[in-house]
C-alpha cells in the first residue's frame, strides 16, 4: 500500500497562495491516480483535482478551477496542490489519496495521507 504524508499548510490571508506537498512512498500501477480531497468542519469530504503518475491534465472540482493547480514531480514521487487566490471557503483539512484510476469518489482510493490543515482568514 501507498504511503502518503502532506506538508505545506497553514494559515494565510484571503487572496492569498499556499503550496500543499504529497510525498508519496511504495507507488504500484494500481496507485496511478493521485488526488486531493478536502474536508472542513461538519461538512463531508469534497474532491478538490486528481492526477495521473503516467500523464495527462489533471482535473478539478469546480469550485477550486482556474485558482488551484494540481502539479506531480515523478523523479520526487510527489504531487503538490498549488492554491492561490484563496477564500475563506477554502479553509479545510486537505488530505491527498492514491488510487488506481481518476475519480471524484473518495470511496475508490485506497491509500490516504495524514492531512494538513488549511485556514484562510478574512
Known amino acids: 500500500q501507498v504511503q502518503l504524508v502532506e506538508s505545506g499548510g497553514g494559515l494565510v490571508q484571503a487572496g492569498g497562495s499556499l503550496r500543499l506537498s504529497c510525498a508519496a512512498s511504495?507507488?504500484?500501477?494500481?496507485?496511478?491516480?493521485m488526488a486531493w480531497f478536502r474536508q472542513a468542519p461538519g461538512k463531508e469530504r469534497e474532491f478538490v483535482g486528481a492526477i495521473r503518475w503516467s500523464g495527462g491534465s489533471a482535473y478539478y472540482a469546480e469550485s477550486v478551477k482556474g485558482r488551484f493547480t494540481i502539479l506531480r514531480d515523478n523523479a520526487k514521487d510527489t504531487v503538490y496542490l498549488q492554491m492561490i487566490s484563496l477564500k475563506p471557503e477554502d479553509t479545510a483539512v486537505y488530505y491527498c489519496?492514491?488510487?488506481?484510476?481518476?475519480?471524484?469518489?473518495?470511496?475508490?482510493?485506497?491509500?490516504w495521507g495524514q492531512g494538513t490543515q488549511v485556514t484562510v482568514s478574512s
Open positions: 511504495g507507488r504500484t500501477f494500481s496507485s496511478d491516480a
Open positions: 489519496a492514491a488510487g488506481g484510476s481518476i475519480s471524484a469518489r473518495s470511496a475508490d482510493y485506497a491509500s
